[in-house]
């Protein structure tokens, strides 16, 4: 996603997320306690990962996720409850489609 800081190529931190959909960062981290967004595991050192959830850990992102996360975002800002629209955003992500009742939405990238 172009014109948002990377650490790395591909990789983007959680204020990218923030500047990109709106969210706040206290939204950002109830979607990671939930699982609805899924950071990268962060290094302590050599051999000690540390832990993925939580405020407080420095959480590291791919472009996928950066883009469920944006998705989240409109969803919710649309009025959809998080609990819903956090596995609407990821079928999307995962699958190019996602069903809500009789409803298909299918993700249709330019």
């Not at 109830?30 to 609805?36: A, V």
Request: aromatic share 6%; net charge negative; charged share 15%.
């Amino acid at each position: 996603m172009s014109g948002f800081p990377e650490i790395a190529p591909g990789l983007h931190v959680t204020s990218s997320i923030v500047d990109l959909t709106g969210a706040t960062y206290r939204q950002i981290n109830y979607w990671i306690t939930n699982g609805y967004i899924k950071p990268l595991v962060v290094h302590q050192g050599p051999s000690q990962p540390r832990p993925n959830k939580g405020s407080g850990n420095h959480h590291l992102f791919d472009e996928c996720e950066v883009k469920v996360a944006w998705l989240i975002a409109h969803l919710v800002e649309q009025g959809m409850a998080p609990i819903k629209a956090g596995p609407l955003a990821r079928d999307l992500m995962d699958n190019g489609e996602a069903v809500m009742g009789a409803l298909t939405i299918r993700l249709v990238e330019p």
